[in-house]
């Protein structure tokens, strides 16, 4: 198939898994926040520290955070684009709030609290698109959607609490912008290529990401399996992971 034609079947992909998925969220009835969904297996107290594990854990956001934010702005060792250099950094600085969110999340577990830590993983999630779309797509369209995306990620959080507070809570919004990116980006790898020799930086966080959500499931038969520690608590660290191997190809990787 010629280049042109191919990435014109590739745009078509694209827009009809984007409309699929907007489509069946639309068509879902709208869902509240599961209240049991606060309950976590591991609460254990150390250092007068509730559900020490579960807050402690989100330490590894706070170290990938900097580290990329320190790799960006002090060595400048990052293959990225500088022109694009603010994607980048938003991308970093969301696992640092991540990391100051889930930890005020995990100490008192309720709604609100997780509003704080769902702000955060939105801006993560909607960077990451904008990093992907640029890289693959086209940088204008990365570019433009950026900021959109990131009120849009902020809106979804915001809108979910207040439904939640009026008794009619409603996550679709904010499950479009958590798992959006996920489904889009495997999608972009295989149809798009980018100026840089391999991909398989975004495969490492992708992978990341399902032992998170893995992790998460099965918080409970982890703990009672280990007894030492929860599948939320490795949620945290097996996210972080993902974020840590996407650094180190953002590090490692050459441009064509």
Do not use: C
């Not at 591991?42 to 170290?63: E, G, H, K, M, T």
């Not at 577990?109 to 702000?119: E, F, G, K, T, V």
């Amino acid at each position: 198939m010629p280049a042109n034609k191919y990435k014109q079947f590739g745009y078509s992909i694209i827009a009809t898994i984007t409309i699929a998925i907007l489509t069946t969220i639309l068509l879902l009835d709208p869902i509240a926040q599961d209240p049991a969904y606060h309950q976590f297996k591991d609460s254990r107290i150390f250092l007068a520290i509730p559900n020490f594990l579960n807050v402690s854990s989100n330490l590894a956001f706070l170290f990938v955070g900097l580290l990329g934010i320190y790799k960006i702005l002090i060595t400048k060792s990052l293959k990225i684009n500088d022109d694009f250099k603010s994607a980048y950094l938003l991308l970093f600085t969301s696992l640092i709030l991540i990391s100051i969110g889930s930890s005020y999340y995990h100490l008192a577990p309720d709604n609100l609290s997780l509003a704080w830590d769902r702000l955060a993983m939105a801006i993560g999630f909607m960077s990451l698109l904008s990093i992907v779309i640029y890289e693959y797509i086209s940088p204008r369209a990365g570019k433009f959607i950026l900021l959109p995306a990131i009120l849009l990620g902020i809106s979804s959080v915001i809108y979910w609490i207040l439904t939640e507070e009026h008794g009619v809570g409603d996550l679709r919004a904010y499950i479009l912008v958590a798992f959006f990116p996920v489904l889009l980006t495997p999608a972009t790898l295989l149809l798009f290529r980018s100026n840089y020799n391999s991909y398989h930086g975004y495969i490492w966080l992708l992978l990341g990401y399902l032992l998170a959500k893995l992790s998460e499931h099965f918080d409970a038969q982890i703990f009672i399996a280990t007894g030492l520690i929860s599948g939320h608590s490795l949620k945290h660290l097996f996210a972080a992971l993902g974020f840590y191997l996407l650094l180190k190809y953002y590090e490692n990787r050459l441009q064509q």
